[in-house]
Protein backbone atom coordinates (compact mmCIF):
# COMPACT_ATOMS: atom_id res chain seq x y z
CA UNK A 1 0.00 0.00 0.00
CA UNK A 2 0.80 3.43 -0.83
CA UNK A 3 2.70 5.20 2.27
CA UNK A 4 1.98 9.12 1.55
CA UNK A 5 1.01 11.46 -1.57
CA UNK A 6 -1.96 10.90 -3.71
CA UNK A 7 -3.86 8.25 -2.63
CA UNK A 8 -6.19 8.96 -5.69
CA UNK A 9 -4.91 5.90 -8.41
CA UNK A 10 -6.14 7.39 -11.65
CA UNK A 11 -4.73 10.98 -10.42
CA UNK A 12 -1.84 9.12 -8.81
CA UNK A 13 -1.05 8.06 -12.32
CA UNK A 14 -1.41 11.17 -14.57
CA UNK A 15 0.59 12.95 -12.27
CA UNK A 16 3.59 10.15 -12.42
CA UNK A 17 3.23 10.32 -16.62
CA UNK A 18 3.38 13.80 -16.55
CA UNK A 19 6.41 14.76 -19.26
CA UNK A 20 8.66 18.37 -19.38
CA UNK A 21 6.10 20.50 -21.30
CA UNK A 22 2.87 18.46 -20.20
CA UNK A 23 -0.32 20.44 -19.43
CA UNK A 24 -2.25 19.36 -16.41
CA UNK A 25 -5.29 21.43 -15.76
CA UNK A 26 -7.10 21.97 -12.78
CA UNK A 27 -10.76 23.51 -13.10
CA UNK A 28 -13.82 24.20 -10.57
CA UNK A 29 -17.10 22.48 -10.55
CA UNK A 30 -18.70 24.47 -13.33
CA UNK A 31 -15.90 24.33 -15.62
CA UNK A 32 -16.44 22.75 -19.61
CA UNK A 33 -14.01 19.29 -19.48
CA UNK A 34 -13.63 18.87 -23.20
CA UNK A 35 -16.14 15.59 -23.69
CA UNK A 36 -12.72 13.07 -25.26
CA UNK A 37 -10.74 14.40 -22.65
CA UNK A 38 -9.19 12.24 -19.28
CA UNK A 39 -9.72 13.87 -16.18
CA UNK A 40 -10.51 12.89 -12.54
CA UNK A 41 -13.47 14.23 -11.19
CA UNK A 42 -12.84 14.69 -7.69
CA UNK A 43 -16.15 17.15 -6.36
CA UNK A 44 -17.41 15.18 -2.93
CA UNK A 45 -19.59 18.14 -2.42
CA UNK A 46 -20.14 21.99 -2.83
CA UNK A 47 -16.70 23.77 -2.08
CA UNK A 48 -14.77 20.74 -1.47
CA UNK A 49 -11.59 19.68 -2.34
CA UNK A 50 -11.32 23.53 -3.01
CA UNK A 51 -9.43 24.85 -6.13
CA UNK A 52 -6.34 25.95 -3.23
CA UNK A 53 -6.33 22.78 -1.43
CA UNK A 54 -5.98 20.59 -4.78
CA UNK A 55 -3.15 22.62 -5.65
CA UNK A 56 -1.19 22.55 -2.62
CA UNK A 57 -1.41 18.26 -2.95
CA UNK A 58 -0.90 18.75 -6.47
CA UNK A 59 2.56 20.77 -5.60
CA UNK A 60 3.61 18.43 -3.18
CA UNK A 61 4.39 15.53 -6.44
CA UNK A 62 4.63 17.59 -9.38
CA UNK A 63 7.31 19.82 -10.75
CA UNK A 64 5.66 22.84 -12.19
CA UNK A 65 7.52 25.51 -14.37
CA UNK A 66 4.87 27.79 -15.49
CA UNK A 67 1.57 28.28 -14.41
CA UNK A 68 -1.41 29.82 -16.71
CA UNK A 69 -4.47 31.70 -15.43
CA UNK A 70 -7.66 33.38 -16.90
CA UNK A 71 -6.83 36.81 -16.60
CA UNK A 72 -10.77 37.26 -15.14
CA UNK A 73 -9.39 36.00 -11.94
CA UNK A 74 -8.04 38.45 -10.42
CA UNK A 75 -10.93 40.53 -10.72
CA UNK A 76 -13.85 38.24 -10.29
CA UNK A 77 -12.17 36.13 -8.12
CA UNK A 78 -8.93 38.19 -5.87
CA UNK A 79 -8.74 35.62 -2.93
CA UNK A 80 -7.92 32.54 -4.85
CA UNK A 81 -5.56 34.65 -7.04
CA UNK A 82 -3.95 35.96 -4.64
CA UNK A 83 -3.80 32.40 -2.40
CA UNK A 84 -2.56 31.29 -6.42
CA UNK A 85 0.16 33.85 -6.96
CA UNK A 86 1.68 33.27 -3.89
CA UNK A 87 1.75 29.57 -4.02
CA UNK A 88 3.97 30.23 -7.37
CA UNK A 89 5.42 33.05 -6.07
CA UNK A 90 8.88 31.81 -7.85
CA UNK A 91 7.04 30.30 -11.19
CA UNK A 92 6.86 31.74 -14.51
CA UNK A 93 2.86 33.00 -15.09
CA UNK A 94 1.19 33.84 -17.55
CA UNK A 95 -2.61 35.64 -17.64
CA UNK A 96 -4.55 35.17 -21.03
CA UNK A 97 -8.34 35.67 -21.19
CA UNK A 98 -11.31 32.80 -20.09
CA UNK A 99 -12.01 32.00 -23.94
CA UNK A 100 -8.13 31.48 -24.72
CA UNK A 101 -7.38 29.40 -21.36
CA UNK A 102 -10.41 27.38 -22.54
CA UNK A 103 -8.93 26.55 -25.84
CA UNK A 104 -4.74 26.07 -24.61
CA UNK A 105 -6.43 23.63 -21.79
CA UNK A 106 -7.64 21.29 -24.74
CA UNK A 107 -4.17 20.71 -25.15
CA UNK A 108 -3.87 19.41 -21.75
CA UNK A 109 -2.84 15.79 -20.93
CA UNK A 110 -5.32 16.05 -18.28
CA UNK A 111 -8.16 17.41 -16.56
CA UNK A 112 -8.69 17.96 -12.74
CA UNK A 113 -12.32 19.21 -11.28
CA UNK A 114 -12.49 20.03 -7.95
CA UNK A 115 -15.76 20.84 -5.76
CA UNK A 116 -14.55 25.12 -6.00
CA UNK A 117 -17.46 26.89 -6.60
CA UNK A 118 -16.03 30.88 -7.28
CA UNK A 119 -15.29 32.07 -11.19
CA UNK A 120 -12.25 31.45 -12.96
CA UNK A 121 -10.59 28.68 -10.45
CA UNK A 122 -9.15 27.38 -13.06
CA UNK A 123 -5.46 26.81 -14.01
CA UNK A 124 -3.50 25.16 -16.61
CA UNK A 125 0.34 23.98 -14.94
CA UNK A 126 3.08 23.04 -16.99
CA UNK A 127 5.70 20.16 -16.05
CA UNK A 128 8.94 21.11 -15.52
CA UNK A 129 11.98 18.83 -14.50
CA UNK A 130 13.83 17.96 -11.19
CA UNK A 131 17.03 17.97 -12.74
Same mark, same amino acid.
Given at each position: +? ?15 ? %????? %? ?7 ? &? ?15 ? &????? +? ?17 ? %? ?44 ? &? ?12
Amino acid at each position: +MKKEGVFNSKLSYYIAS %MGHKD %MLTIVDMGY &PIPKKADYVDLVLDKGK &PSFIE +MLKIILKELEIEKIIIAKE %MKENNSSNYKKTTELFSNIEKEQITHEAFKELAKESKFFVRTGECT &PYSNIILVSGVIF
